[in-house]
């Protein structure tokens, strides 16, 4: 390989080790041509590209993208699983782990995952992890459970309470006794009866009398007092009248006799 085609592979190969945010390292000595090619098909289902890699170019390439962690595990033939973006880590490394399983060649070295440095018993831990969509749904039960857990404690007085309410329901029917079910009912009307009465006393109370019976009341001694009084000076005054009415004619008599004389 000519000395530009070596830097132009190290610089491709540091430009995809600089941006990928997930790839894990393998040993694929002894694996034939057609299981490296059916372990490349399954990655790319994974959003994965599996790579065979020189590794004196690689260690150049990863001196220059600053992944210096990946320097000790190029010892030997060496294949790199670049996730892309929209890949899934997780079944990348099922699908090495599973590959190194069945063939009893492959081995895992180790990788990198979302910018941290993996070993390769982490890589076997990760290919254990259940599927995206578990892990989704085992989250949202995480969340779930604590305010499922309050409603329930929230809950629970509200419950007891009817419970022990038609408990003692329950007990008074089969003693024959049903005045605890029916005195709430009974005693609510005659509450209100005893509170409307009571309104109306107080308003009754706070009303002012009536003045006008109080006005006639007081006239009433008034009319007779004035009546009383003008009886008396018609008596008065009648009395003098009758003695001049008497006196008269006396005189007039009198008078007569002196001229008949």
Avoid at 195 to 213: F, Q
């Amino acid at each position: 390989m000519q000395k530009a085609d070596k830097e132009k592979v190290v610089r491709e190969l540091a430009s995809r080790l600089a941006s990928a945010d997930s790839l894990i390292v393998a040993d694929y000595r002894g694996l034939t041509n057609a299981q490296l090619a059916k372990l490349r098909i399954e990655l790319l289902k994974h959003g994965a590209k599996l790579t065979v890699v020189k590794n004196t170019l690689t260690r150049r390439a990863a001196e220059e993208a600053g992944t210096d962690a990946l320097l000790a595990m190029l010892e030997g033939p060496t294949a790199i699983a670049f996730v892309e973006a929209e890949g899934n880590p997780v079944a990348v490394a099922k699908a090495l782990s599973d590959a190194a399983r069945e063939t009893k060649i492959l081995a895992l070295r180790g990788g990198v995952l979302s910018g941290k440095t993996i070993t390769d018993a982490e890589v076997e831990t990760l290919a254990k992890l259940p599927p995206l969509d578990v892990l989704q749904a085992q989250l949202v039960g995480i969340i779930i459970a604590p305010l499922t857990q309050l409603l329930a404690v929230l809950n629970a007085p509200v419950q007891n309470l009817v419970g022990l309410i038609d408990a003692r329901i329950k007990q008074l029917e089969e003693q024959g006794d049903t005045s605890g079910a029916v005195a709430p009912v009974v005693e609510a009307p005659a509450e209100e009866a005893v509170a409307e009465e009571t309104a109306v006393e107080e308003a009754a109370a706070d009303e002012p009398a009536p003045s006008e019976p109080a006005a006639a009341v007081a006239v009433e001694p008034e009319a007779e007092q004035v009546a009383e009084e003008a009886a008396a000076e018609a008596t008065v005054e009648d009395e003098p009248t009758a003695e001049a009415e008497a006196g008269e004619p006396a005189a007039e008599t009198s008078e007569t006799s002196q001229e008949e004389s």
